[in-house]
């Protein structure tokens, strides 16, 4: 089947098998961040964002992302650098393995667009589909927060607000 949809900022258009999941898709696109961790919805390291909502990608056949907006973990970063949330991974030591750190960037991206400043416990709960299997939560709850913090300072000040030069 014939299949278009947004992926990262561009346009794809591509043929795939029907009964494929949109892990399958992804990966066979060249998004290999889209780890297959348990393909059947357990560990969150397929994670990916649809139209802005954290997804796990083994659960999906790919013909559901007609005409969506896909991002995985290659399209957070941009031309100016590291996306806030990948910089305090590594600030604070949360990068763990490549292959639970993928998915738990899109839940957290997910997470702080509809809670920019979570609490620990907030946190956790937002990461509570991100197995994983070896280390622990610790660095990854504060890099979320950090990362949290570091996006308020970096909102743009509003027209007609004052703007301190001290
Ligand atoms: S591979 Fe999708 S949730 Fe584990
Ligand atoms: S599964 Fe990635 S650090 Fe444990």
Same mark, same amino acid.
């Given at each position: 089947?014939?299949?278009?949809?947004? #992926?990262?900022? /561009?346009? &794809? *258009?591509?043929?795939?098998?029907?009964? %494929?999941?949109?892990?399958?898709?992804?990966? @066979? +696109?060249?998004?290999?961040?889209?780890?297959?961790?348990?393909?059947?919805?357990?560990?969150?390291?397929?994670?990916?964002?649809?139209?802005?909502?954290?997804?796990?990608?083994?659960? #999906?056949?790919? /013909?559901? &992302? *007609?005409?969506?907006?896909?991002?995985? %973990?290659?399209?957070?970063?941009?031309?100016? @650098? +590291?996306?806030?949330?990948?910089?305090?991974?590594?600030?604070?030591?949360?990068?763990?393995?490549?292959?639970?750190?993928?998915?738990?960037?899109?839940?957290?991206?997910?997470?702080?667009?509809?809670?920019?400043?979570?609490?620990?416990?907030?946190?956790?709960?937002?990461?509570?589909?991100?197995?994983?299997?070896?280390?622990?939560?610790?660095?990854?709850?504060?890099?979320?927060?950090?990362?949290?913090?570091?996006?308020?300072?970096?909102?743009?000040?509003?027209?007609?607000?004052?703007?301190?030069?001290?």
């Amino acid at each position: 089947m014939r299949l278009s949809f947004t #992926l990262n900022g /561009g346009s &794809v *258009e591509t043929d795939v098998a029907p009964g %494929a999941t949109l892990m399958e898709l992804l990966r @066979g +696109l060249g998004a290999v961040s889209v780890k297959d961790g348990c393909a059947r919805g357990d560990c969150g390291s397929c994670a990916v964002l649809l139209d802005g909502r954290a997804v796990t990608a083994c659960l #999906l056949f790919a /013909g559901q &992302v *007609e005409g969506l907006r896909i991002t995985t %973990a290659e399209g957070l970063a941009d031309e100016v @650098g +590291l996306h806030p949330l990948q910089q305090a991974l590594l600030e604070a030591g949360g990068v763990q393995c490549g292959f639970c750190t993928p998915g738990i960037l899109m839940a957290a991206a997910d997470l702080l667009e509809r809670e920019p400043e979570p609490t620990e416990a907030q946190v956790r709960v937002g990461l509570a589909g991100n197995l994983c299997r070896c280390t622990g939560y610790v660095k990854i709850v504060e890099a979320v927060q950090d990362a949290a913090a570091m996006m308020a300072s970096a909102t743009p000040v509003a027209e007609g607000e004052e703007v301190g030069h001290g």
